[in-house]
């Protein structure tokens, strides 16, 4: 997917008639990754989540994000979360599997597409936990009534151009404040 060295592996499962293709990823990040390499990693993401169906994972060494907060301590995982939010994929993984921290996703950029997301304990004498998930070959749809945004066909111009027209000068009420009784 890009010229650029990154250490991952990208396949496309080809689904039967009438099922789309799943993209499937897997990388390894290391701890001290070069800026070049990370953003040529970003990019990759950034292509494969337009894909109808993606499921990344890999081990990507950002011990300092908080998923829960959407918060990185170090530039590089900032860099990694504004890709992530850039991009729209799912982390799937919610328990940390080594010493308390969380260094090895699974993405996916379609609701329902992964399921049953286990830590398996490690093999053999790795330090990692295995991590074991199913791929569904058709995303099961959840009757839900919780809409999700698609921003990627946002139409940004037009939000800006609205925004550009509200006088912030002004307050917003122009009664005094209420007393309380």
């Known amino acids: 997917m890009d010229e650029e060295p990154s250490e991952s592996l990208w396949v496309r499962i080809k689904g039967s008639a009438g ?12 701890p001290d990754q070069e800026d070049q390499a990370d953003e040529a990693l970003h990019r990759q993401i950034g292509a494969a989540s337009c894909s109808q169906a993606l499921v990344l994972m890999g081990d990507f060494n950002y011990p300092n994000i908080c998923w829960r907060d959407n918060t990185a301590g170090h530039k590089q995982s900032r860099r990694l979360l504004e890709c992530v939010d850039d991009n729209f994929p799912l982390q799937v993984i919610e328990e940390p599997m080594r010493r308390g921290a969380m260094l090895d996703f699974v993405f996916t950029n379609r ?16 330090d990692h936990e295995m991590v074991d998930f199913k791929i569904l070959r058709a995303a099961r749809r959840a009757h839900s009534k919780l809409t999700i945004l698609d921003f990627r066909r946002a139409g940004f111009g037009l939000f800006r151009d609205l925004l550009g027209r509200v006088p912030w000068d002004k307050p917003w009420r122009e009664e005094g404040p209420r007393k309380a009784g």
Request: glycine share 18%; hydrophobic share 35%; with cysteine.
């Open 111 to 126: 609701d329902g597409l992964v399921e049953n997301v286990k830590l398996k304990g490690s093999l053999g004498c790795s």
């Open 19 to 30: 099922a789309g293709d799943i993209i499937a990823g897997i990388c390894y990040r290391p």
